[in-house]
């Protein structure tokens, strides 16, 4: 376009053309603009206009001769020169709007390649994914559509496939950092280069992630084609969803010929799918429904009765029931007393609020705590709705209270009331009259003392 090169190098991406005459532009000014003007407003302060323009990041500045002055002036040469700031001449019969237009045709035309550039991308990605290798073959385009690396990785942490150059490091961190929520997407930047990781799945909570870094910043195009390939695996995740749900109810069954005692059917259910069951002793792990996601990774779980049941070996209990959080730990024993493992760890469940509880640690807290406690309210309420409802003699209560404490013993209880042994004694006769109980028997003791104490 007959444009002379004055100052500066050439090497500045343009990204638009502004035309102004005014002494600072710059407040209209975004950057990376060739700025076009005939100098009509500019004084003799050359150094001070130059220097706002190269604060402001522009591209460059086009002076157009032979309206306000014939040719550059020197001063505005070297000022440009001097600081570094590109500085073409543009003759008289180059209008400005003209150098506009070659400018927008250039860019839509490099918009135009950019998005052709993403739909290549797209296209090879795609025929990756329908390679036998799946979501690997998705993984490895990746990497060299964005010229640096990219790793798949498990819903904990685990990298389950990475190209050459993967930094793991940071992907784990973010994936084992992320808590209950992953936002749609990470950035981490660095003086080694950008890393983005990306949840997959539909659902709230991911069924896996992917990560891709390089030693720069991202382009929009290579967004475009990082949130493809995340499309894929996606699709791939979710495909993969109809075949996990095929293994759950599997399990499922298995889990109930185990509770069924038929250990050696359950075996055989197994085999031919190529699952094994933990080695003995194991433990169950009792969880709520929604923590069956949780356990699977790291245990043989299956829902049973409306909670993720888990069965694992001794020395992976521990891991299982944390992953779960709110859990219930059965002691350890063999697969033929699995029923009761089952219970235990239902028991333990339901005495769990956010950390995981042993069956061993509840049952140390005695037998009431072994029980339900509505059901064992509403027992003691029964048992011993004759004597609360007896008139205002609600000592008949307390002198029970001491009688069963003191294991008997007339004067040890009396002494603990107050009043006389007899007194104690007729008291006694009262409450087995009301409750049509003898109060001698061992067994109608121990009813009266858990009455009692479910009171409390």
Same mark, same amino acid.
């Given at each position: 376009?007959?444009?002379?090169?004055?100052?500066?190098?050439?090497?500045?991406?343009?990204?638009?053309?502004?035309?102004?005459?005014?002494?600072?532009?710059?407040?209209?000014?975004?950057? /990376? &603009?060739? !700025?076009?003007?005939?100098?009509? $407003?500019? +004084?003799?302060? @050359? *150094?001070?206009? %130059?220097?706002?323009?190269?604060?402001?990041?522009?591209?460059?500045?086009?002076?157009?001769?032979?309206?306000?002055?014939?040719?550059?002036?020197?001063?505005?040469?070297?000022?440009?020169?001097?600081?570094?700031?590109?500085?073409?001449?543009?003759?008289?019969?180059?209008?400005?709007?003209?150098?506009?237009?070659?400018?927008?045709?250039?860019?839509?035309?490099?918009?135009?390649?950019?998005?052709?550039?993403?739909?290549?991308?797209?296209?090879?990605?795609?025929?990756?994914?329908?390679?036998?290798?799946?979501?690997?073959?998705?993984?490895?385009?990746?990497?060299?559509?964005?010229?640096?690396?990219?790793?798949?990785?498990?819903?904990?942490?685990?990298?389950?496939?990475?190209?050459?150059?993967?930094? /793991? &490091?940071? !992907?784990?961190?973010?994936?084992? $950092?992320? +808590?209950?929520? @992953? *936002?749609?997407? %990470?950035?981490?930047?660095?003086?080694?280069?950008?890393?983005?990781?990306?949840?997959?799945?539909?659902?709230?909570?991911?069924?896996?992630?992917?990560?891709?870094?390089?030693?720069?910043?991202?382009?929009?195009?290579?967004?475009?084609?990082?949130?493809?390939?995340?499309?894929?695996?996606?699709?791939?995740?979710?495909?993969?969803?109809?075949?996990?749900?095929?293994?759950?109810?599997?399990?499922?069954?298995?889990?109930?010929?185990?509770?069924?005692?038929?250990?050696?059917?359950?075996?055989?259910?197994?085999?031919?799918?190529?699952?094994?069951?933990?080695?003995?002793?194991?433990?169950?792990?009792?969880?709520?429904?929604?923590?069956?996601?949780?356990?699977?990774?790291?245990?043989?779980?299956?829902?049973?009765?409306? !909670?993720?049941?888990?069965?694992?070996?001794? +020395?992976?209990?521990?891991?299982?029931?944390?992953?779960?959080?709110?859990?219930?730990?059965?002691?350890?024993?063999?697969?033929?007393?699995?029923?009761?493992?089952?219970?235990?760890?239902?028991?333990?469940?339901?005495?769990?609020?956010?950390?995981?509880?042993?069956?061993?640690?509840?049952?140390?807290?005695?037998?009431?705590?072994?029980?339900?406690?509505?059901?064992?309210?509403?027992?003691?309420?029964?048992?011993?709705?004759?004597?609360?409802?007896?008139?205002?003699?609600?000592?008949?209560?307390?002198?029970?209270?001491?009688?069963?404490?003191?294991?008997?013993?007339?004067?040890?209880?009396?002494?603990?009331?107050?009043?006389?042994?007899?007194?104690?004694?007729?008291?006694?006769?009262?409450?087995?009259?009301?409750?049509?109980?003898?109060?001698?028997?061992?067994?109608?003791?121990?009813?009266?003392?858990?009455?009692?104490?479910?009171?409390?």
């Amino acid at each position: 376009m007959g444009l002379r090169p004055l100052a500066g190098s050439l090497e500045s991406d343009v990204r638009w053309v502004a035309v102004s005459e005014l002494e600072d532009p710059t407040p209209f000014l975004e950057g /990376a &603009e060739l !700025v076009l003007t005939t100098g009509m $407003r500019l +004084g003799g302060d @050359f *150094p001070g206009y %130059v220097g706002r323009l190269v604060e402001r990041g522009v591209a460059g500045l086009g002076f157009g001769v032979g309206l306000t002055h014939d040719e550059v002036p020197a001063e505005l040469v070297a000022a440009a020169d001097a600081a570094g700031l590109p500085l073409l001449e543009v003759p008289r019969e180059t209008p400005f709007i003209a150098i506009g237009k070659v400018v927008s045709e250039l860019l839509a035309a490099e918009q135009y390649e950019e998005i052709t550039r993403a739909f290549a991308a797209q296209g090879r990605l795609t025929r990756a994914a329908l390679r036998p290798e799946g979501m690997r073959a998705v993984i490895d385009r990746l990497a060299k559509e964005v010229g640096g690396w990219a790793a798949l990785v498990s819903e904990t942490g685990e990298i389950l496939h990475a190209t050459p150059g993967t930094r /793991a &490091e940071p !992907v784990v961190s973010a994936v084992r $950092r992320r +808590g209950e929520r @992953f *936002p749609a997407s %990470v950035a981490l930047s660095g003086p080694d280069g950008q890393v983005v990781v990306q949840p997959l799945g539909g659902g709230a909570r991911p069924r896996g992630f992917f990560a891709v870094g390089a030693g720069r910043a991202f382009s929009p195009v290579t967004h475009t084609v990082i949130n493809a390939a995340g499309s894929l695996l996606t699709l791939a995740v979710e495909q993969g969803g109809a075949h996990r749900e095929a293994e759950r109810r599997v399990r499922a069954a298995v889990l109930e010929l185990l509770l069924a005692g038929l250990e050696g059917e359950a075996r055989a259910v197994l085999a031919p799918i190529g699952a094994r069951l933990p080695d003995e002793p194991v433990v169950v792990v009792a969880a709520p429904q929604d923590a069956l996601d949780l356990l699977e990774p790291h245990a043989f779980a299956g829902p049973h009765d409306g !909670v993720a049941v888990a069965v694992v070996s001794e +020395g992976a209990a521990e891991r299982a029931a944390a992953r779960a959080g709110t859990a219930g730990v059965s002691g350890a024993g063999p697969y033929r007393d699995l029923r009761g493992a089952l219970d235990q760890a239902r028991r333990a469940l339901q005495a769990s609020t956010g950390t995981p509880v042993r069956f061993a640690d509840l049952a140390g807290q005695g037998l009431l705590a072994l029980l339900d406690p509505a059901a064992a309210q509403a027992f003691s309420a029964a048992l011993l709705a004759p004597l609360s409802g007896y008139g205002s003699r609600a000592d008949l209560i307390a002198s029970l209270r001491a009688y069963l404490a003191s294991n008997g013993h007339w004067d040890a209880a009396a002494q603990q009331l107050g009043i006389h042994r007899h007194t104690l004694r007729y008291r006694m006769k009262r409450v087995a009259e009301l409750l049509g109980r003898d109060l001698d028997d061992p067994g109608v003791r121990a009813e009266l003392w858990i009455a009692l104490e479910a009171t409390c």
